[in-house]
């Protein structure tokens, strides 16, 4: 899934690989469903052990860390924009617009997340997804798993029902490409199967011909329809809000609840797919990953002559996003190792007040008084 997002912020000749080539579903989808899955897993099985106040506050600090990445790529690239437009005296290209026009604004709308520009609005949702996550565990563990379903579907539902379908931008305010009250419902479908998952259940029944039969035929023609292989049987302009991304409509929702199920299938069956080693690195190291790409991919969009007007210029625009992406996961990955490394012990002198004897010459007199004069 990084690779497919990464891929899919730059001119890159790897989309035709990468970009919705399943029907109406992108690697957004996948990230924030995977994100909830392994989230809802991990702390699953830590909410068994510890108490709820001990996962409440690990899932605190996963949020805070998410936020210190976030801030980390916003002001690294706040930097970039403005000592390029210093030195060149024009604003580097596909740069954010409130940076270019009102640094002041960009520099404290960006931490509070009212200012959410492109590739800058996914790690401000998944900090909001942790800190609710807990509680959801919770209800979960007490068994309320239909409900939190319907409340879940209801919120999605709203959302599409009464939120323009495209991002809010005014002035300082840019909500960005994902309505978190619609996208939470991918993480929360997630949470409930890492939830089982980490209970060892089973919540997907075990699949039969008919079953894969009936997800097959309905994934072939949303993606003939996606490729222009189908005419749609709707207007363009009833596919686009039926397949919206922002909301994530019914029609997108529904292609995407076929994918993952193919998917699914096809792990189960051939789990050696996702252990290539290099892939898995970048997996462990996912965070840093993420924030590092939006750094490399605002940097490489600032050079269009150079990165994207040329097959030549893409394919090295792509080495270069790829190559940084593996860059950082290894230097995090040494540094990680470098802190959990034993500290070696220096002898050193213990202070005479916490001796056990007392020596003088060389008689032993006893254990030491720590009022002896």
Known sequence: ????????????DLQIATNHIFGFVSAAEGFVFLAGLLAGMIYTRRLRRESFGQVRDACVRRAAIVYGYH?????????????????????????????QYSPWLALLAGPFFIYQPGLLDVLPM???????????????????????MFVSFGLWALS???????????????????????????????AVFGHAWGRGEKLLPAPRPWLIALVLLPAGLLWAT???????PWSY?????????????????????????LVHLALARFPSLIQWRPLALLGRHSLPVFAGHIVI???????????????????????????????????HQVAARRQHLPQ????????????????HGKHALGVANPVHR
């Open 1 to 12: 899934m990084l690779v497919f997002m990464a891929v899919n912020h730059i001119p890159s």
């Open 71 to 99: 801030l980390a790529a916003y002001f690294t690239i706040f930097a970039w924009v403005v000592a390029f437009t210093w030195e060149t005296g024009i604003a580097p290209a596909c740069s954010p617009a409130l940076m």
């Open 126 to 148: 998944y900090c909001l997804f942790m800190l609710v996550l807990p509680f959801l565990l919770r209800w979960l563990e007490l068994g309320y798993r239909s409900r939190v």
């Open 160 to 190: 599409n029902a009464l939120i323009p379908r495209h991002p809010l931008v005014s002035g300082i305010i840019n909500t960005g490409a994902f309505n978190p009250v619609s996208w939470q419902l991918l993480f929360v479908i997630g």
């Open 226 to 232: 996606r490729h222009a292989f189908l005419d749609s």
């Open 237 to 261: 302009a009833w596919l686009d809000a039926l397949t919206n991304k922002n909301n994530l409509a019914p029609l997108r929702l529904i292609n995407v609840a076929l994918v993952f199920y």
């Open 297 to 331: 991919a605002s940097m490489l969009l600032a050079f269009p002559a150079l990165f994207s007007e040329t097959v030549g210029s893409r394919w090295i625009s792509t080495t270069i996003l790829l190559g940084g992406m593996f860059a950082v996961a290894g230097l």
């Open 344 to 359: 070696p012990l220096l002898p050193t002198r213990q202070p005479w007040t916490l001796r056990a004897i007392v020596r």
